[in-house]
Structures are given as C-alpha cells and as structure tokens.
C-alpha cells in the first residue's frame, strides 16, 4: 500500500496535496457506499421474500451502518493522505464530531426498534383497546423524551470539542449570571412539558385514542409529542395543546376506565302526556338499535315548568360515538311517537276566554280580574 502511495505521489507530483488528500477521502467514501449498497442487497436476497424481520431491520439500521462504514473508510485512509497537520487536525475533529452523531444515531434507532418490537402484540382497532392504548401512551411518551435526551447529549457533547464553545459553557455554569437566568427562564415552558410528559406517562391522566372535552371541544388523542399533545375534534380539525395543560387544568376524559358512556336525552311534554307510554316506547326504540348495548335504559320526570314537564332519557354504549348516534336516534323516535300517536303531550299554552260579562259580574261579586288581580269591592248604589 505505501508502494502504491508512493507511486501515485510521484506520478502526479504536480497535484496540490490537499488535492490528493481530498481525493483519498472521497474515494474511500465512494467505496464504502458502494459496499454498503451490495452488502445491503445480498443480505435481502439471503433472508428471502418470507422474511419480513430483515428488511425491516436492514431500513431501520441502514443510514447508522452507511455513516459508519464512511467512518471506518475515512479513518482507514485518514492517516495516508498527504495533508498538512492543520488540515489533519480539522478532518480529524470533524471526524470525531461525526463519531459523536453517529453513536447518537444508532441509540434513537435502538429506541425505535425497542419500541416497536415491544408494540407489536397490542392492537388499538380493537373494540376492547383499553390495555393497548395504556402501553401505546406509555411507550411513545418514553420514546420521544429519551430521543430528546439522546439528541441534547450529542448536540452538547458535540459543542464541547470546541474549545471556544467548551470555555463559554464552563464560564456560563461558574458565574451562574444574568445569562444563565435567561436562559433558566427562556427554557421553563420545555423543561416543564417535558416533566408533564414524564408524568402523563405515568399516571396516564390521557391515553391514546381517548376521548376528551377540552376548551369546549369534543374530540380524541391522536398524538402524545414530547411537549404538545394533538387532539382529533369530531370535525376533522386539529387541536394542539401543551402537555403541561393536562396536569395543571381539569378535562373531561370520557374513557378514562372504560368506554362505555350513558347518554341522556332531554324532552319537554306537556302535563297531559301518558309517562309509562313514553316509557315503553323508550324500552322498544333501544331494543330496537344495535347501538344499544343492553346496559341501561330508563325514562324519568326530572323537572316541572309553568308550561311542560322535563323529562330525561338515558341510554347507554359501548363508546363516545355510538353514544351521541344513539342519542340522535332515540330523540328522533320519541319525537316521531308523540307527534303522531299522543299529540296531546306536545307542549301547549293555555288561555281563560271570558267576556265583558263575565269580568263585570266578577268584578262587582269582588273576584279577581282577568290578569289574575284582586279587585277592589264596588260600592254600593244609591
């Protein structure tokens, strides 16, 4: 190998040496892709078609493994390049900076294998889901804040190879200054939805796929992120919420234990109208839906106004979504069965019709008006 060197140095001579020692790296670089590249398709080939843990494998470590065959070649040819030794000293920081991204590289890969091996036995298009969406919540919230922490260890092991860098950090830490207030102060909302991740990973207050009323939107949980999480309202839209919202303000969480719901339908009738009528044909139209899960249904007389009495209508199902479907269609039934068969239950006014003889009659016996006054007694003639 030094032979060769030296005959290709004597050859062209001529060449600038940087030249040279950039034409080595590169060279070397092109060769380990090309290896990567056959070494990547002969390994699919081995597996065959059956496999499906290879190839997955192969693309999940296929970038980390191409950088550092790079890295190896580099290092190989690093040594033999004609370079000056400032230059030298440049590729080699630059080399174990590279070094450095790489072994930060490799642990996110690790962690998203780990995680993903470990999600595979959990199905969350399941009716039954609750045990799934648990471990799905907990293992994406770990993920994504060890991936944060992967990534400020290399980006700061990274900056430390540089002296500048590595003095201003040291003197930054020692005086304990302004600049580190700012900094303290500029970082709180981070480091806090980091720590309200920590703790929703934990007491898993939210899950994933669960539904929720916040901010007077109804919705589900799409995505748990390091610091937000991504609410998916009943319109399609988007709702992105810091992570912090969730430990500090109160939500509704309608499938915090389970996901069955009771839905209450409210119904204003009149006075005359026959209850355990309404009643039965509450009992008929549930029967009657495959929404219904067969668990509660009942029909009680909640409140009296001066015009209607309330009445309220429970029913439940398996979920948030079947539970608002059954609603609608409850309401619609009981509504069509008191238009068409107890008309006398739809709400109503009342009036006294009286005439100009009546009230003077009234009024002389010193009854009460019409607006329901007491009149004075008129006197006697004569």
Not at 74 to 97: E, K, T
Not at 344 to 370: K, Q, V, Y
């Amino acid at each position: 190998m030094q032979e060769f060197l030296a005959e290709l140095e004597h050859t062209f001579r001529w060449v600038p040496d940087w030249v040279v020692g950039f034409g080595l790296i590169t060279g070397a670089v092109v060769i380990a892709l090309v290896t990567h590249s056959i070494a990547s398709r002969l390994m699919r080939r081995m597996f065959g078609p059956n496999n499906t843990v290879a190839p997955l494998l192969l693309d999940r470590t296929s970038g980390p493994t191409r950088l550092a065959l790079c890295l190896a070649a580099v290092a190989l040819v690093l040594p033999l390049a004609p370079l000056n030794d400032v230059l030298r000293q440049a590729l080699s920081h630059f080399f174990g900076v590279a070094v450095i991204a790489l072994i930060g590289w490799i642990s996110i890969r690790v962690v998203d294998m780990v995680s993903a091996r470990y999600l595979e036995k959990f199905r969350l298009d399941v009716a039954e889901n609750f045990l799934a969406r648990k471990h799905v919540t907990q293992v994406r919230v770990f993920k994504r804040v060890t991936d944060t922490l992967i990534v400020i260890i290399a980006v700061s092991t990274a900056l430390m190879t540089f002296d500048s860098v590595r003095q201003y950090g040291v003197s930054l830490f020692a005086s304990a200054g302004a600049a580190g207030l700012i900094v303290g102060l500029a970082a709180r909302p981070l480091l806090s939805n980091l720590i309200a991740g920590v703790q929703i990973a934990l007491t898993q207050p939210i899950r994933i796929e669960d539904a929720v009323i916040i901010e007077n939107e109804w919705g589900w949980v799409e995505d748990i992120a390091s610091t937000y999480v991504v609410i998916r309202l009943w319109d399609w839209r988007r709702m992105v919420v810091p992570l912090s919202y969730f430990i500090e303000r109160p939500f509704q969480n309608w499938t915090r234990d389970a996901q069955s719901l009771i839905g209450a339908i409210a119904l204003h009738v009149d006075y005359s109208a026959d209850v355990p009528r309404i009643r039965k044909r509450l009992e008929q139209a549930a029967s009657e839906s495959r929404l219904w899960d067969r668990a509660v249904v009942n029909l009680q007389v909640i409140d009296t106004h001066p015009r209607t009495i309330e009445l309220r209508a429970l029913v439940s199902a398996r979920n948030a979504p079947q539970s608002w479907d059954l609603r609608c269609e409850i309401r619609e039934k009981l509504l069509a069965f008191i238009r068409d068969e107890m008309p006398e239950a739809l709400p109503r006014d009342r009036a006294i019709l009286a005439s100009n003889d009546d009230l003077g009659r009234r009024f002389l016996r010193g009854g009460s008006t019409g607006n329901g006054s007491k009149s004075e007694t008129a006197p006697s003639p004569g």
